[in-house]
C-alpha cells in the first residue's frame, strides 16, 4: 500500500549497492511514495553493485560520488540541483566501511591508517556532505536528512571494533549540524539506529549471525529489516516528521531497552549445560 507520502519530494540517496542495501529498499520506496532522486556512490562500488538496474526501476539518475571527497560532493550537489531544476527535499547518508573490520584486527590492535580512514568514511563524510550543502544551500525549508547508525554508538558490542566509535562521531555531527540546519533552515536531521541487518556490508561484520539471533531473542518485537527499515525512512523523510530534528531513533523492535529476555535467557541456561564450549577472547 501506498501513500503519495514524498509525491513532488526530490532527493538523493547514497550507499545502494545490490538488493540487499538498506539504502535499495530506500530507493525502492521512496520512489513507489512518489519521490524522484539522484542515486549516487563511489565508482570503484558501483563496479561491483547493481545500481544500473536501480536506476532503471526507479526511473533515476545517477551521478557517481565518493564522499569523503570534497570536490566530488561538491558536483554532485550542483549537479542534483541542475538535474531537479532547484533544490533537494531528503537526503539518505548510508556509508560505512572498516578495514580493520575487514582484515579481522582487534580493537586492542588497530591499524591507525585504517582507523582514519573507518572514521572518514562512516561519519566525516556526513559531516563533509551537509557542509557541502549548507554552502550550497542545496536542501528545501523543512526539508529532511537521514543517516543510518546503530546502537554500538553507546554500548560496547564484541566484533563491531573501530565502527562504533565512527557511528558515535556519526550521531553527534547529526546532532550539531541538526541544530545549526533547524535555527537557520528550518531543516530536520536525524540517523535511525536499525536492527543489525543482512545487508552485503553487514555480512563482513564478525559473527553477525549469531548476533542477529541474540538481538531477536532479546527484542520483544523481533529485528527490524531492511524493508521497513526503508519505511520508517521514509516516514522522516516526509512531512508527517516535521518537529523529528536532532534525534538518534531506535528502530530495533525494542532491543536498545532491553536488558534481558526471557527467550535470551533460556539460550544462556541452557550454554551453561556445554562443558565443552570454549571459552572466547577479543
Request: aromatic share 10%; glycine share 8%.
Amino acid at each position: 500500500m501506498t501513500y503519495n507520502l514524498l509525491k513532488g519530494k526530490k532527493g538523493i540517496i547514497f550507499g545502494a549497492l545490490d538488493n540487499k542495501s538498506i539504502a535499495w529498499k530506500v530507493a525502492e520506496k521512496a520512489h513507489e511514495e512518489g519521490a524522484i532522486f539522484v542515486l549516487t556512490n563511489t565508482p570503484t562500488a558501483m563496479r561491483f553493485g547493481e545500481l544500473d538496474e536501480l536506476a532503471k526501476k526507479t526511473n533515476s539518475q545517477i551521478v557517481p560520488a565518493d564522499a569523503t571527497s570534497e570536490k566530488d560532493l561538491d558536483n554532485l550537489i550542483k549537479e542534483s540541483m541542475k538535474i531537479f531544476g532547484g533544490k533537494v527535499d531528503f537526503i539518505l547518508h548510508s556509508i560505512g566501511m572498516s578495514l580493520n573490520v575487514r582484515k579481522k584486527r582487534v580493537y586492542s590492535d588497530l591499524r591507525y591508517d585504517y582507523f582514519n580512514k573507518t572514521l572518514d568514511i562512516s561519519a566525516v563524510s556526513f559531516h563533509k556532505l551537509l557542509q557541502t550543502c549548507f554552502k550550497n544551500d542545496a536542501i528545501s525549508e523543512w526539508g529532511s536528512v537521514v543517516a543510518l547508525s546503530y546502537i554500538a554508538a553507546q554500548r560496547t558490542l564484541y566484533g563491531y571494533n573501530d565502527m562504533a566509535d565512527a557511528k558515535a562521531l556519526l550521531e553527534s555531527i547529526g546532532r550539531s549540524f541538526g541544530y545549526i540546519y533547524g535555527r537557520e533552515k528550518k531543516i530536520r536531521i536525524n540517523t535511525i539506529s536499525q536492527s543489525p541487518t543482512l545487508t552485503t556490508a553487514g555480512a563482513g561484520v564478525k559473527g553477525m549471525e549469531g548476533l542477529m539471533d541474540f538481538t531477536e531473542r532479546m527484542s520483544p518485537l523481533g529485528n527490524a529489516d531492511a524493508e521497513e527499515c526503508a519505511n520508517f525512512t521514509v516516514v522522516l523523510f516526509s512531512d508527517l516528521s516535521r518537529k523529528v530534528t536532532m534525534q538518534n531513533i531506535y528502530h530495533d523492535g525494542g532491543f536498545s531497552s532491553m536488558g534481558m529476555s526471557m527467550r535470551a535467557m533460556r539460550m544462556y541456561e541452557r550454554s551453561l549445560d556445554c562443558n565443552d564450549c570454549p571459552d572466547v577472547e577479543d
